[in-house]
């Protein structure tokens, strides 16, 4: 049997203040604005999990409050002002409902009751202007709470700031006093504190330079790398390749290479899209964490951007691409955080003075950094004798799990994710340019680039 109810935590004493929108939570106000409410929620940032053997329903309304404190953009709203301008207001107080749904059922039922909870939940778009960017859903059994929802409007964090969320819920759940963090934290940036330095000199200027190399690298590539989409816009299908050897080898060919395993997965992504396009160069659309800059490192906010990186004769010897994209994806990661809406006026001016610019229609994302870590254990066990990559190559799978809305302005989204067990690429296509065994040889093509260098490279 399941029944729900609804608890209000109060909050009060928190910090408050006003000030103009930060760079990320702008893009994503202006990218969530251009749809439609029924496709708004595909921008929340969700986190859903089981918790065995159980919190108890105080602690965790205890450390939901305490994370309010620690974060100001969770207790944040955004609005307009007279002229127009995008605010961000922090509420020293105020009330955040928990939806809670009661369960007497055994494991499985907890399961489902857990995943129907926070359907509903992600499924309904934010009012920024009138309310938090945080839903919760607790499903409670027995006093203790047994699986657990957080939904975020993406104005709130990206990615790296919800694994940041999850991280500290979970230590002050265990106990970690919120002084302590708050203290380790003290020169993490809260939202208002990062628009103060991004209106500064300091940030105009790293504005200004990230906008100039966007500019110069729309400048080198191709208005086009595949057809225009052809007929009505249909549902693009997602594809997910999940190859536990890639999870091994893109590691051995980046130490062969001494570069990093995003650079080895990058460069098989730019072959591939030069192979498929028959164009000797390469323009992808890469998207960048930015938590390496200061005080980003473990802010809870959107920081995330978007640079652009170009590669000639990406078709060439692959190890040959794998060093040169390492080379140039530098100046990639370093010119990934600035304004967003001057970018686009910017690309706008180039258009009207010199025509068409190099396509942004292909997005490359290496998200394995947001994995959770491994749970602290005992003793480590001795590591087993690796699998060769051949045999762990034969129980690579391909799945199309699910179909989504039409995206304009998009040919392919690339994705990177990682398991326990295998390396994920997750591919989103507009099917009109690349048709579906177009997206497989796609995939296939990637870990077959980097196997066979790594084979190349003298490992099984």
């Keep these: ?102 369960s007497d059922g055994d494991a499985a039922e907890l399961a489902e009751t857990g995943r129907l909870l ?41 990615g790296s700031g919800m694994s940041q969320v999850v991280m500290d819920l979970s230590a002050l759940a265990l106990g970690e006093p919120v002084e302590a963090m708050a203290e380790r934290r003290a020169a993490t940036q809260q939202p208002l504190e990062e628009a103060a330095f991004q209106a500064s000199d300091r940030g105009r200027r790293r504005d200004a330079n990230a906008r100039q190399h966007f500019l110069r690298k729309l400048r080198l590539g191709p208005p086009r790398q595949f057809p225009a989409p052809a007929g009505e816009p249909r549902p693009f299908p997602n594809a997910v390749l999940s190859s536990p050897a890639l999870l091994r080898a893109v590691e051995l060919v980046a130490a062969a290479h001494r570069v990093s395993s995003s650079s080895v997965l ?15 160069d390469a323009t992808l659309q890469v998207v960048v964490s930015n938590r390496f800059l200061p005080g980003l490192t473990q802010a809870v906010s959107t920081v995330a951007g978007e640079s652009l990186f170009h590669l000639a004769d990406a078709g060439k010897e692959f190890g040959d691409v794998v060093r040169r994209t390492h ?48 749970p602290a254990g005992g003793a480590a066990a001795p590591p087993a004798a690796p699998e060769p990559l051949a045999l762990a190559r034969a129980r690579t799978t391909l799945d199309w799990p699910v179909e989504f809305e039409p995206r304009p302005g998009l040919s392919y989204a690339l994705d990177a994710l990682r398991t326990a067990d295998a390396l ?4 989103t296509a507009d099917a009109s340019v690349l048709p579906r065994p177009t997206m497989e040889r796609f995939l296939r093509g990637i870990e077959d680039l980097i196997l066979t260098e790594a084979a190349a490279l003298g490992h099984d």
């Design 1 to 102: 049997m399941t029944t729900s109810q609804q608890l209000e935590i109060t909050f009060s004493s928190g910090r408050s203040g006003t000030g103009p929108a930060t760079w990320g939570q702008q893009a994503i106000w202006d990218a969530v604005g251009k749809l439609t409410p029924a496709d708004a929620p595909r921008y929340n940032v969700t986190a859903s999990s089981p918790l065995d053997p159980g919190v108890p329903v105080p602690v965790v309304l205890d450390a939901l409050t305490h994370l309010l404190h620690l974060h100001d953009g969770l207790h944040t709203r955004l609005l307009r002002d007279d002229d127009g301008r995008l605010r961000q207001t922090v509420d020293p107080a105020g009330r955040l409902s928990v939806h809670t749904r009661h």
């Design 118 to 158: 926070h359907d509903e939940l992600a499924g309904r778009p934010f009012d920024c202007a009138t309310e938090w960017p945080i839903r919760v859903g607790l499903v409670e059994s027995g006093g203790l709470v047994r699986h657990m929802s957080l939904v975020l409007s993406h104005t709130a964090v990206d």
């Design 266 to 280: 990058l460069a098989a992504a730019a072959a591939m899209t030069s192979r498929l396009s028959g164009l000797p």
């Design 327 to 374: 080379a140039a994806s530098i100046a990639t990661y370093r010119h990934a955080y600035y304004d967003q809406t001057l970018r686009d006026e910017d690309i706008a001016r180039l258009r009207a003075e010199h025509g068409p610019t190099a396509d942004r229609s292909c997005v490359f994302n290496d998200t394995r950094e947001l994995a959770p870590p491994a």
């Design 424 to 427: 994920r690429l997750a591919m």
